[in-house]
């Protein structure tokens, strides 16, 4: 009895699997993963985010949800996971084309520029579904600069250019203000659910960095 137990269990893989049993072949690892993401990203932008469900992208991918719950624990954290596979890298080069504003600017829409692709459905139902309560309470003290971010390296580095040419005197301008560019676009973000346009990045660099940084010299 024992071992006909064994057979019949040897011929019915756990039910997270069926799915792939079905389809004639058994896809695993990264192949299985890399076909999640895919069809992660096509659902999104095939229903919204609103409408997003790993049942969803379950059946787009032909496998259980048993075997997405096993990898991302909700939608937010798979979206997430392929928003890191297949949204454009932004610029590992730091700008250095002469010019402070210019630089700047290039640095910035670096990072604004894969929020526009996500749009703003996405971005809203992630900071939803992400932070709970205590943490949306919480943000004004989650802005705060992170000196080893790379954006503010990079920032840093774009400051130090502007010295060597004479534009600026890096000793006046703090850690705050050098974090400031990035935490005012992370509140344009999270409190007007939007995307941020080309205005809203000139406004930032205009009429608030440039003026802190400068001394208000232009």
Same mark, same amino acid.
């Given at each position: 009895?024992? @071992? %006909? $137990? $064994?057979?019949?269990?040897? /011929?019915?893989?756990?039910? !997270?699997?069926?799915?792939?049993?079905?389809?004639?072949?058994?896809?695993?690892?990264?192949?299985? /993963? !890399?076909? &999640? #993401?895919?069809?992660?990203? %096509?659902?999104?932008?095939?229903?919204?985010?609103?409408?997003?469900?790993?049942?969803?992208?379950?059946?787009?991918?032909?496998?259980?949800?048993?075997?997405?719950?096993?990898?991302?624990?909700? $939608?937010?954290?798979?979206?997430?996971?392929?928003?890191? @596979?297949?949204?454009? %890298?932004?610029?590992?080069?730091?700008?250095?084309?002469?010019?402070?504003?210019?630089?700047?600017?290039?640095?910035?829409?670096?990072?604004?520029?894969? #929020?526009?692709?996500?749009?703003? %459905?996405?971005?809203?139902?992630?900071?939803?579904? #992400?932070?709970?309560?205590?943490?949306?309470?919480? &943000?004004?003290?989650?802005?705060?600069?992170?000196?080893?971010?790379? &954006?503010?390296?990079?920032? $840093?580095? &774009?400051?130090?250019?502007?010295?060597?040419?004479?534009?600026?005197?890096? /000793? @006046?301008?703090?850690?705050?203000?050098?974090?400031?560019?990035?935490?005012?676009?992370? #509140?344009?973000?999270?409190?007007?659910? /939007?995307?941020?346009?080309?205005?809203?990045?000139?406004?930032?660099?205009?009429?608030?960095?440039?003026?802190?940084?400068?001394?208000?010299?232009?």
């Amino acid at each position: 009895m024992g @071992k %006909e $137990k $064994k057979g019949l269990s040897s /011929e019915h893989p756990p039910a !997270d699997d069926n799915a792939e049993v079905q389809r004639g072949t058994r896809r695993r690892g990264t192949v299985l /993963e !890399d076909a &999640i #993401l895919l069809a992660a990203w %096509e659902e999104l932008f095939t229903v919204g985010y609103g409408h997003l469900t790993m049942e969803g992208i379950a059946t787009r991918v032909q496998t259980n949800k048993a075997v997405l719950y096993r990898r991302w624990p909700n $939608k937010g954290r798979l979206i997430m996971a392929a928003m890191k @596979k297949f949204l454009p %890298e932004s610029h590992k080069e730091v700008p250095d084309s002469g010019d402070l504003r210019t630089d700047v600017l290039i640095l910035l829409r670096s990072v604004a520029e894969p #929020l526009q692709i996500i749009g703003a %459905e996405t971005i809203h139902g992630l900071l939803v579904d #992400l932070l709970d309560k205590e943490k949306i309470s919480s &943000i004004p003290s989650m802005l705060q600069t992170r000196g080893n971010s790379r &954006i503010n390296i990079a920032m $840093k580095i &774009i400051l130090q250019h502007a010295q060597d040419r004479g534009d600026i005197h890096l /000793e @006046k301008i703090t850690p705050r203000i050098i974090s400031l560019p990035m935490d005012l676009m992370i #509140l344009e973000v999270f409190t007007r659910h /939007e995307p941020l346009s080309e205005a809203t990045l000139n406004e930032i660099v205009d009429e608030i960095f440039l003026p802190l940084v400068t001394g208000g010299r232009g």
